[in-house]
Structures are given as C-alpha cells and as structure tokens.
C-alpha cells in the first residue's frame, strides 16, 4: 500500500533516554519533513531533507536529528530526551519543495517524563 | 515575524454553509494550502492557492487574495464526517510552510 508510515504509533520515555522514531515512505518522494504539533500551536517543522543525502534545520530543531541515507527513510532522533519533547510528532513528504502537498503519516505520540 | 491567523473555533450545522477565514505575514509567498485534520488522525491535503481567486473542488472552495494577505475555506452542504480542524499554512521564500494552529469545526445536526 502506497503511503507513510511511522514507527512507534506512542511511546513513553523516561527524561535523558535516547529515542528515534522511524518514517519510511514508498512514493518516491524527493522531500522529507519532520513536523511537531501540540495543543493550541500550529505545526512546527523540526527538520527537513530536500533529496537523499541532504538536511535542513526547521522552526525547532534543538534537541533534535535527523539522517537521510536513502530517499524512503528519515529517523528522527532525540539524543537525551527532555519533557518539553512531549508532542505528536508527524513526518510528511511531497515530490518536491516547491508547492507540491505534503502527505502525512500516521503520527507518533510522544511522552516524556 | 510570521504569523497566520485563524480562529480557534467555529460551530454550524449540518446542511448549511461555513466560511473559515485565514490572514497571514509571512516573509515571500510561494503558495498557500488548506488541510483537514480529524482528531487523532494526521493532516490530509483540502486545496492549494497561488494565484487570486476562487478554486472549486466539489463541495470545498478556497479563495486567495495576495494583496490582502487573506483566504478563506468555504464549506458547503456540511456533513457530520466534515467536523475537524481545518489547517492553513502557507509555503515561505524558503518553500517552508509556515501553519495556523487550526480551526475546529463542529457540526450540529
């Protein structure tokens, strides 16, 4: 089924425990973005990659990496995790930067005590 | 600063028509996009406007005024399933999409 996935669909962590959550997405998309979005904020791009082998600072990217070794895949790691990191956290790719829709994957809920 | 301003929340009932308002400053304008979200549920694309005017897609419609910094989704024939938030967000000089924190709509019967 063509689409985007992410892994885990919730999770909780305990505060300085290193954490990635996983995005693959089989459209043969070019971009890849990283979105956080908690309650009462419209989402906020963390990071983001253009085409395989690149990546770009967002709004928010403290606290935050990201690789992107092949054009399916785009991890998210949070490195030692803080409870502001609390959020639903959404990965998104389009064909293109430029005015292309970015389709969604399922989000995963992120929980850090 | 940017910024995109939508209200938090609308409330109309089922049959009739909603408009939801969107004004926005943001630094270069490369588009400007409508999404759905359902509770729980990830975004899903509604419409993209980069030139003025109105755009028609079945029941949804969305209008952009560059020069006013102002678009607007209208809803017609409002269904149950259509209670969500609707997400504005428009795309920067640098193709990044800068959102509005959403507008739930809620339909009565």
């Known amino acids: 089924i063509a689409g985007i996935t992410q892994a885990p669909t919730s999770q909780i962590l305990a505060a300085g425990r290193r954490m990635t959550l996983r995005c693959t997405q089989d459209m043969r998309h070019n971009a890849m973005y990283w979105y956080r979005q908690d309650l009462g904020l419209g989402l906020r791009l963390i990071h983001y990659s253009n085409t395989a082998g690149t990546t770009g600072k967002g709004e928010v990217p403290d606290g935050y990496s990201v690789s992107r070794a092949n054009t399916d895949d785009f991890p998210l790691t949070l490195a030692s995790a803080v409870p502001s990191q609390t959020s639903v956290y959404f990965c998104?790719?389009?064909?293109?930067?430029?005015?292309?829709?970015?389709?969604f994957g399922p989000g995963t809920r992120l929980t850090v005590l | 600063g940017q910024n995109i301003d939508q209200p938090t929340e609308m409330t109309a009932t089922e049959g009739a028509i909603v408009q939801i308002n969107c004004t926005y400053q943001t630094s270069g304008f490369n588009g400007l996009f409508w999404y759905q979200q359902h509770a729980g549920e990830a975004p899903t694309f509604l419409s993209y406007?980069?030139l003025d005017g109105l755009e028609e897609k079945g029941r949804f419609s969305s209008f952009l005024s560059r020069s006013k910094g102002y678009s607007y989704l209208l809803l017609k024939e409002l269904q149950m399933k259509d209670s969500a938030s609707y997400l504005c967000?428009?795309?920067?000089?640098?193709?990044?999409?800068?959102w509005g924190a959403g507008t739930k709509l809620i339909i009565k019967p």
């Open positions: 406007n980069v």
């Open positions: 967000a428009v795309m920067d000089s640098n193709y990044q999409l800068i």
């Open positions: 998104a790719s389009s064909d293109s930067e430029a005015g292309d829709e970015q389709y």
